[in-house]
């Protein structure tokens, strides 16, 4: 919804290359000396993150998505895991300059038309990049409708580091967990977190499949074989975030003590101890409620597949979990829900904020169940040896392959236990809960996290931040 613009930053890609070479050519500018006249330009390829050159893009804040898939998944083995996407994505969004011309986020799938303000209106494709021309062009300040009718067949996408995510094909449907950039691999996109946006879901699948995303369930209709379920998700989401994961599930429903409607949808060939780590969700929202204030969303839940990406997801409001959901691993991806979801990383490089809060949040739940200490579990990670990678990585700078390395959970949650030490209980749950209540809804970075933990504490941290955040080497006095 609100866009922090970064400031334009010069990309060598192949990408870009040719987005220039267009912009070049298209002369769309306004003759110079008129003052006050649009002077159109194309948006960005990208927001301008520099791990992910190409995620999201310049001159839009996408305020909603409203996509309607049509999901086929792959035929009886030995057929390949392969399925057929079908989608119609409703983009509202604002233009934030005045636009010749302006990129989504697409990969893998081709549009076959769109449309701007129910105009069809002229598109191309680049790796990453669907490329559309608005006619009548956009002034700034002006909202537009785009609507991208798109589709095609879904594999198993992977990231940098090849892990896999974006819409991960499965024998029975799809895995939907998209962090940091693998959103584009399932709809046209302004794939970063500065942009956060509602969204809403109509996703048709075979007959006795359950298509499960964010958010509420409206309901859901089946007509010739085929069920289309509704979901709504009103609170302000990044893209990576968003779901719309396809099994066989049993959906399990009901209220939270703080009030919040849960929804899991547990695959039905999980048995119960590979799902017994949920029992206590209910019970865990209430425990980080007192640390890190109210739950922020209109529902919550678990998605608990059989089929594994090797790794769990905080997906907003319905937290994802490869084959099983164990009692940590469901109080890290809860603990997300404020830190990292409500609260986003500016910056990918900023990851460290999500990944050692929901550790932390972890240690903490574990001395509430009184099986080990907050205190035992930092000393366990500042035993690791000065040459681990938790201490070779600079946590606040840990680079496009180290956005999910040991430093940004371990070093990340030991940096806020030793902040908890260093400033007090009351000055830490009052930043814990200010940090929620100042970003939520919206992204923060570390030295935004820097001034308010000063603010509050109304200590110089700055010597405790660079040891910790900003050196290559393990942290001794601080
Ligand atoms: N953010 C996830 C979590 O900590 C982890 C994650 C996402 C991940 N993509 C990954 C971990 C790729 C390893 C590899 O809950
Ligand atoms: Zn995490």
Same mark, same amino acid.
């Given at each position: ?181 693998? #959103? ?21 699948? &075979? ?28 609170? &302000? ?58 739950? &922020?969303?209109? #529902? ?97 700078? &840990? ?80």
């Amino acid at each position: 919804m609100s866009a922090r613009p970064f400031r334009r930053i010069a990309f060598v890609t192949a990408g870009l290359v040719l987005a220039s070479t267009v912009a070049a050519s298209s002369g769309a500018v306004a003759a110079p000396g008129s003052p006050g006249e649009p002077r159109y330009a194309p948006g960005d390829p990208g927001a301008g993150d520099p791990y992910f050159p190409l995620a999201g893009n310049g001159g839009i804040d996408v305020v909603h998505y409203d996509l309607d898939l049509d999901y086929a998944p792959p035929a009886a083995a030995p057929a390949p895991l392969e399925g057929t996407l079908a989608g119609v994505a409703t983009i509202d969004l604002v233009a934030l300059a005045d636009l010749d011309r302006f990129n989504l986020d697409l990969r893998g799938l081709t549009a076959s038309a769109v449309t701007v303000n129910g105009k069809r209106v002229a598109f191309t494709q680049a790796p990453n990049e669907l490329v559309v021309t608005p006619r009548p062009k956009l002034k700034a300040g002006q909202a537009a409708t785009v609507v991208v009718t798109y589709g095609g067949t879904t594999t198993r996408p992977t990231d940098i580091e090849d892990a896999l995510y974006g819409w991960v094909t499965t024998r029975d449907g799809a895995m939907v967990v998209s962090e940091p950039d693998g #959103s584009a691999t399932w709809f046209p996109v302004n794939d970063h977190p500065t942009d956060k946006s509602t969204y809403s879901f109509e996703i048709t699948v &075979p007959e006795g499949l359950t298509a499960v995303a964010n958010g509420l369930l409206l309901g859901s209709e089946t007509a010739a074989g085929r069920t289309t379920w509704t979901w709504d998700a009103p609170d &302000p989401m990044a893209a990576y975030l968003a779901t719309a994961t396809v099994g066989n599930f049993r959906l399990e429903q009901y209220t939270a003590a703080n009030g919040t409607p849960i929804i899991d949808a547990i695959d039905v060939t999980r048995s119960p101890g590979q799902v017994a780590g949920l029992a206590r969700t209910s019970e865990m929202i209430s425990f980080f409620e007192e640390r890190f204030g109210p739950y &922020p969303f209109v #529902s919550y839940g678990a998605i608990v597949d059989n089929d594994t990406v090797g790794y769990a997801l905080e997906t907003q409001t319905r937290s994802f979990f490869s084959s099983s959901a164990s009692e940590n691993t469901v109080a890290h991806e809860l603990a997300h829900q404020w830190m990292g979801d409500h609260v986003s990383p500016g910056r990918w490089a900023d990851i460290w904020l999500n990944e050692g809060w929901a550790t932390y949040a972890s240690w903490m739940w574990r001395e509430h169940r009184g099986t080990t200490t907050a205190q035992t579990l930092f000393t366990g990670v500042m035993n690791r040896a000065a040459t681990s990678s938790t201490w070779s990585t600079v946590l606040a700078e &840990p680079g496009p392959l180290g956005i999910f390395g040991t430093a940004v959970y371990d070093r990340g949650a030991a940096l806020l236990h030793a902040l908890r030490v260093e400033i007090g209980d009351e000055a830490f749950f009052d930043l814990a809960t200010e940090w929620v209540d100042r970003f939520g809804g919206g992204t923060a970075t570390t030295s935004d996290f820097i001034a308010l933990s000063e603010d509050i504490s109304g200590q110089d941290l700055d010597q405790f931040f660079q040891v910790w955040a900003y050196e290559p080497t393990k942290p001794t006095t601080w």
